[in-house]
């Protein structure tokens, strides 16, 4: 979709793209002098790219794409761990499907079950808990995966084994929580972000005031945006009129899905099952303090890090990344996704070197499928 | 993943465990509605929800269940969920 003709509400849409465009000449930014707003949801940049609002929209405002894919930043040493917990001959491993082709060390989740490992795609980690009940004699693990939107969902499904006191089930946590990797990227002397669009999803569980620090610390605005296109105009539009204003707010665009306080049952549940880990890895970005959840002692007997020995505090962590992969880079804006020398050779979607090429949601697999020619002309030096 | 998507609660499977049936683009799939439930789940039948793996995460007006389907057939979430919704059953079955 390239054309606003083919929106919903092409006229709101025009609309919205003059406003935007007004309102960017009043800044002053230009192609050559952009304004740069970092959309933190994948789900964002995806919708981004499909309805090419980075084409329709005035060139002085310019897209970066962060880190909130949560395929696209876990860490290969993770995917080692998950591989080593499916060949386990005991364990049913059970995953989102979008984790199964995320490149590990040695192999993906999709080759090691094609190579005879128990790993199953499942839709809600209901499913998993519902394998454990059917399988007595096996051990269910659940990969835990996910920003905010599906941490609930775990910790949740962790009460309920709790409850009925299942022994056969256990969750591999790799949860995350959104904010401290922006932390990160607005501490970065690199980093030129102006304002951010913020999660819609993510929001809904946690509410606005997560993001207060952003405004109040770092002078950047942030608008929590829904992911339909006009949502996300919008959100781009009032971004671009706290920063002629000279404000720095956090507002909701999306206060139809996004109650300011977030779900309290949600919270309620994450609080009580987890806690943060000192550290976590995020895949391009390193370890980051206090942006990874572990679980707490009085669920421990849901943990499959404690049960089967793997894991943080198991042994060393570090894991390069793959010969030539700049996910790092692109990761935190320094370069364009077609700047990187794999980028549609070594690495496409089908065989994924780097895991932003493995989602939908992340930005090189966006560019890969809808960037097209101007992609190929925004090829850029890095910016170091 | 990340993306909710919309569905219409329309029974209740079990009311001790929260458990709800819904129906998301004319697929039937059991959901928890622990996350938006306050009173008796009657009450909920009829009610458009955001479901996020298979928990209902907010509650939504019809206009906005019906905007964020088509948003999320657009970008081709809505197959993507329905599929894995489909693995989920598959995988119990050890099909998958």
């Known amino acids: ?384 | 993943m990340c993306l909710g998507i919309p569905g219409q609660i329309v029974g209740i499977v079990d009311e001790d465990r929260q458990m709800a049936m819904a129906e998301v683009s004319g697929v039937r799939r059991e959901v928890s509605v622990v996350c938006v439930a306050d009173g008796p789940l009657e009450t909920l039948i009829g009610t458009w929800v955001l479901i996020h793996v298979g928990f209902a995460m907010s509650r939504i007006d019809e206009d906005e269940a019906a905007r964020t389907l088509e948003a999320l057939r657009e970008l081709g979430e809505a197959q993507e969920a329905l599929e894995a919704m489909a693995a989920g059953a598959a995988a119990l079955e050890g099909r998958a």
């Open chain 1, 1 to 384: 979709m390239r054309y606003v003709e083919e929106f919903r509400d092409p006229q709101a849409a025009k609309s919205l793209l003059s406003r935007i465009a007004a309102t960017a000449d009043a800044i002053g930014a230009t192609r050559a002098k952009p304004v740069h707003i970092m959309e933190i949801c994948g789900g964002h940049t995806h919708a981004i790219f499909r309805y090419g609002l980075d084409r329709l929209i005035h060139e002085g405002v310019e897209f970066i794409h962060g880190p909130g894919c949560p395929v696209c930043v876990l860490p290969r040493s993770r995917v080692d761990e998950c591989v080593l917990l499916a060949e386990r001959s005991e364990v049913i491993f059970t995953t989102f499907g979008d984790a199964m082709r995320v490149p590990g060390t040695r192999k993906s989740l999709i080759q090691a079950k094609a190579e005879g490992a128990d790993v199953r795609m499942v839709y809600s980690p209901l499913d998993a808990l519902e394998l454990a009940r059917r399988n007595p004699d096996r051990e269910v693990v659940f990969f835990g995966l996910g920003f905010e939107t599906t941490t609930p969902s775990t910790a949740l499904t962790i009460r309920q084994a709790a409850r009925e006191g299942l022994g056969n089930f256990t969750v591999f946590c790799n949860h995350i929580t959104v904010p401290p990797p922006i932390r990160v990227l607005l501490e970065d002397p690199h980093m030129m972000l102006d304002g951010f669009v913020g999660p819609g999803h993510v929001s809904m569980v946690i509410g606005t005031h997560p993001y207060d620090f952003i405004a109040r610390d770092y002078g950047k605005p942030i608008v929590v945006a829904g992911f339909e296109p006009l949502d996300l105009l919008q959100s781009v539009l009032m971004v671009l009129e706290q920063i002629r204003d000279g404000r720095a707010e956090v507002e909701n665009q999306y206060a139809r899905v996004v109650p300011e306080h977030g779900n309290p049952v949600s919270l309620a549940a994450i609080a009580d099952v987890y806690e943060p880990r000192p550290s976590f890895e995020w895949r391009g970005l390193g370890e980051i303090d206090a942006s990874g959840l572990r679980i707490r002692d009085a669920y421990r007997a849901f943990d499959a890090e404690v049960k089967f020995a793997i894991g943080y505090g198991a042994g060393p962590r570090a894991v390069a990344e793959p010969e030539g992969c700049a996910c790092g880079q692109v990761m935190t804006g320094r370069i364009k996704p077609v700047a990187c020398p794999q980028f549609g050779l070594g690495c496409t979607p089908e065989m994924p070197l780097g895991a932003l090429m493995v989602s939908s949601e992340g930005a090189c697999a966006a560019y890969y499928q809808y960037g097209g020619a101007r992609a190929a002309s925004q090829v850029q030096e890095p910016a170091e």
